[in-house]
């Protein structure tokens, strides 16, 4: 329990660093054993950012308009598009004159190997990914728009995954034995089951689910929620891929078969209870 964070919309956790005016730390590495870090950033001026940061950062643009500048091309970001900038990557990143905008942040530390980075050039170089709204990243077969992969695992060398998911349907209480599950809800409202206590999430609010303890999801509303869910270890696309390919086994009328379900699970570190 001691990492579980829940967080209202445009708040901030505690930090002695100076934060810019604007600035909101939703997660700090240290927040996550050094795993990634989270930011939202609203208002005119530039996002604060390294030239050329040692690790990974992604963008995601709620509202206004960001101009992303890299070594050789110029990225117009509007409200849904995501950035994917590899460590290493010269880039600026400014706000359109007399515009403002809101926009999260997520920064990865830890450098990852070029030998483990599938889509490395010979010298090791990632290549940035911009996605528009709706846009998805190529996995190994089509998953339903719900599960909609912004970065992969194999972007970030393993470290991170993030979607931008629909939660339709209660996801039953389970157990991730490796991976940070961390939650920023876009639209509606999402209910959070952690350590036998339940909460009801806004739009804005931001929810870290530390590794080793039972949690479950649920719609709160009507349409269902949209948030983006971050994986730490990533990988949480494939086992969604490896659960739409055994669908018709895992879910009979509407009902998940929990033993069928932690059989696709097991490889992910991941244990669904058994309610009977």
Request: net charge negative.
């Amino acid at each position: 329990m001691d990492r579980f964070i829940l967080l209202a919309a445009g708040t901030s956790r505690p930090t002695s660093a100076h934060l810019p005016p604007g600035t909101a730390v939703k997660a700090s590495a240290d927040d996550t054993e050094g795993r990634f870090g989270l930011t939202e950033h609203w208002g005119p001026d530039p996002l604060p950012s390294p030239h050329r940061p040692d690790g990974d950062e992604i963008l995601y643009l709620l509202d206004g308009e960001l101009k992303v500048e890299t070594e050789d091309l110029v990225h117009h970001l509007t409200p849904g598009m995501c950035a994917f900038l590899p460590r290493g990557t010269a880039r600026t990143v400014d706000v359109q004159p007399e515009a403002r905008v809101r926009a999260l942040r997520l920064s990865i530390p830890a450098p990852a190997p070029a030998a483990s980075d599938a889509d490395a050039d010979a010298d090791g170089r990632r290549p940035v990914h911009v996605l528009a709204p709706g846009e998805v990243r190529p996995g190994r077969i089509p998953v339903p728009p719900a599960f909609a992969a912004k970065v992969r695992g194999t972007d970030t060398g393993g470290r991170l995954s993030l979607l931008e998911m629909t939660v339709t349907q209660q996801i039953p209480r389970h157990v991730h034995h490796l991976a940070d599950e961390a939650v920023y809800v876009l639209s509606g409202d999402l209910a959070v089951e952690f350590a036998d206590q339940s909460h009801l999430l806004s739009p804005g609010q931001f929810v870290l689910l530390p590794h080793g303890i039972p949690h479950a999801l649920a719609p709160g509303s009507t349409p269902p929620p949209r948030v983006l869910q971050i994986s730490s270890p990533g990988g949480w696309e494939c086992f969604v891929e490896d659960f739409v390919e055994a669908r018709t086994s895992v879910s009979t009328a509407g009902r998940l078969d929990p033993r069928e379900l932690n059989r696709i699970a097991a490889p992910y570190a991941i244990t669904y209870e058994d309610p009977s």
